[in-house]
DNA sequence: TCCTTACATACGCTAAAGCGACTATATGTG
DNA sequence: CACATATAGTCGCTTTAGCGTATGTAAGGA
């Protein structure tokens, strides 16, 4: 243990200083959300998600694990505790915003009836959402 | 009242996302800072200052106030509440680290002894330290 | 084994950020 | 008015970010 380096400050606030980044982190929450939600609430094309994901993960905030073809991505809460602070602020201060919220409010009607949509057949459901969701 | 526009957290976030203006912040806290001490403590040429300032000022982090021929800058709490629970939240963090921690001993050390410091010869002090400098 | 699905990565481009060096502006001073 | 000081803005350059498009890869199904 020669010393542990510092958590990368700068680029914790460069990764949630994307848009595309904060609406992910909001969908994502305290659940562990698949892929195929982002690429349906957000729209657009697939890479583009990706490659935010991708951002987001070496930037140490999310951690994606597979399971079978998916990928489930859930939030990382870091090392530091004030980035930790930090962190849980902004995802309460995203749910505040309206934007944000339309899009949870999507993402529940989505995995609540994925039949409907054509590209979540048999998706996996997000995962606390599938215990607690209330509109099921 | 058309209807208040929402705050750009993007924006708010990517001012954030660099380490000099992270430093800035640091140094200001809740004080109101010349800009002289900026140049002094954190080295480098003057126009990366000015520029770094410039970006936060565009991001509404912070206002600046002319008294004669120096600069004072402040941190403005931004109109959202959640903005203001982050950026408090970031200030203590930068708090707990070790550059930043060797930054405000600096400028306190500047500002006490500022006859010291040829180029802060006369420099105002920092408004809410002058009354509160334990060193002094 | 071949095909599809679900996702990631690479490529080429444009736009924005950051930097150093220079110049401009505003205020105070002699 | 001439000049020094304090700070801001501009210019040319390099780096990074973000985007769309195309391609690669891992797992499951036929």
């Known amino acids: 243990m020669a010393g542990k380096r510092t958590y990368n400050v ?16 909001n969908l994502i929450g305290d659940q562990e959300v ?20 991708a951002y987001l993960r070496s930037a140490g905030i999310v951690q994606a694990r597979r399971e079978g073809k998916w990928m489930h991505y859930r939030i990382v809460m870091p090392p530091h505790i004030g980035a930790t602070q930090v962190l849980r602020q902004t995802l309460e201060w995203l749910r505040k915003e309206k934007q944000m919220q339309a899009d949870r409010v999507r993402l529940t009607k ?23 969701c209330e509109v099921c």
Chains 1, 2 share one sequence.
């Open 10 to 25: 700068e680029r914790f606030f460069q990764a949630l200083g994307d848009n595309t980044r904060l609406r992910l982190l």
């Open 110 to 132: 989505a995995c609540c009836a994925s039949a409907k949509y054509a590209s979540l057949d048999g998706a996996p459901l997000p995962a606390p959402v599938a215990a607690s």
């Open 34 to 53: 698949c892929v195929c939600y982002f690429v349906e609430i957000l729209g657009g094309p697939q890479p583009k998600i990706s490659r935010h994901l």
